[in-house]
């Protein structure tokens, strides 16, 4: 697979004349879009065989995540300009190239999320290393970095006129797995980095409150940040301020969780059970087993539906009973009002599509890459 020609630019295929010669093996940059989200998905696939690895001794993993690190940032580096998307230049992109261009920016952040919060338990739930606190410390603070980013990035994305019927689910993911990374900044004794925290956490819930009416997964994974708000709140630990100033024990997290370790980090991966069949249906899934989240905080029990959460988060002091009004949501589009959920069930409109649209496609480049080895 690392020898075939990547996908050739637009206007070749146009044209009806494809240039091909530039593969995965080659590391040259290129012009097409499709190409460069078919790299980036081959490092997210590599990032993912990492984070499933068998959680044992940090020595071996911190040497394969500094290797894995220097491939995304070369392949980051080597970005066309034609595809550079910041918050700043966002609202000149043609709104039928943001989905795509998104997707391959929120990609790459999120290789950088997996990749350094797999040795965060603060972050993934993990197993705590006391023998290396800092370089946890340095992980937690790229994570942290790179989580924001994806929430500035999806709180610009969600002021413009987006098509949220186009979005990829693993979007809604990134979300999810940001919210993962700021939640416990909540709490935080610095000001700053705690208002960033819930402006960063609110747009992330935004964008899984938007996209959900479209990706069931994105429904599930909405309740499971709920549910991990929780447990950060039945037992909040202040956090004096970012990563980089924080001391090694206030990484520790909670206590490990295998099933929030592989929601967090692995996108779908969840969804599949130990025989290896694929859930249909969100209740398929099950819970996160964090036991503490449904008895510890009695004031959150009615707001599993994201817009209860996120008035919550928000502090509005509003009494919240199920969802909030349709008209109080500005970046709910207006075509999704006749089926918007008001009870939080599972629900989406005919012709949306299923679990998810991604499957497994990381195992299976994971495969292949390995075959071709």
């Known amino acids: 697979m690392v020898n075939m020609p990547l996908p050739c ?5 146009g044209l009806g004349k494809p240039q091909g010669g530039v593969s995965l093996k080659s590391g040259q940059s290129t012009q097409s879009i499709y190409a460069e989200v078919v790299r980036v998905m081959a490092l997210w696939s590599a990032v993912v065989a990492l984070v499933k690895q068998p959680e044992a001794s940090l020595t071996n993993r911190l040497a394969e995540i500094q290797v894995l690190d220097g491939r995304i940032h070369e392949a980051y ?62 992980s937690a603070q790229t994570a942290f970095e790179h989580a924001n980013t994806v929430s500035s990035l999806l709180d610009t994305a969600l002021k413009l006129n987006w098509d949220a019927t186009r979005m990829p689910s693993f ?29 960063s956490v609110l747009a992330n819930l935004k964008t899984l409150q938007v996209l959900g009416n479209h990706w069931k997964f994105l429904k599930v994974l909405g309740k499971y940040a709920c549910h991990l708000y929780k447990v950060h709140a039945s037992r909040p630990f202040p956090l004096a301020d970012e990563p980089k100033n924080m001391t090694g024990a206030a990484l520790k997290g909670i206590r490990p969780n295998a099933r929030a370790r592989l929601s967090i980090l692995a996108h779908n991966t969840i969804l599949v059970n130990e025989e290896g069949s694929f859930a249909r249906i969100p209740e398929d899934i099950g819970d996160l087993s964090l036991n503490e989240a449904g008895s510890q905080n009695a004031a959150l029990d009615n707001e599993e539906n994201i817009a209860g959460f996120m008035s919550h988060i ?25 089926y918007y959920d ?6 989406q409109p005919t012709g949306a599509q299923d679990m998810d649209s991604f499957g497994n496609i990381e195992d299976w480049i994971s495969e292949l890459l390995q075959h071709e080895a």
């Open 171 to 199: 979007i809604g993911y990134a979300a999810y797995c940001a919210c993962a990374i700021q939640t416990p900044f909540l709490w935080c004794l610095q000001l700053e980095v705690k208002q960033h925290a819930v402006r």
């Open 342 to 347: 008001l009870s939080g069930a599972f629900h």
């Open 314 to 338: 928000s502090g509005e002091g509003r009494t919240v009973t199920n969802q909030l009004p349709v008209m109080m949501d500005p970046f709910l589009p207006s075509e999704n009002l006749d």
């Open 9 to 13: 630019c637009e206007n070749e295929f």
């Open 77 to 138: 580096s080597k970005l066309s300009e034609c595809f550079q998307l910041t918050s700043n230049n966002m609202s000149s992109t043609h709104l039928d190239d943001l989905p795509n261009l998104l997707l391959l920016h929120v990609m790459y952040q999120q290789c950088w999320c997996s990749l350094h919060s797999s040795i965060v338990p603060l972050f993934s739930w993990s197993v705590f290393d006391d023998n290396y606190s800092y370089a946890q410390q340095l």
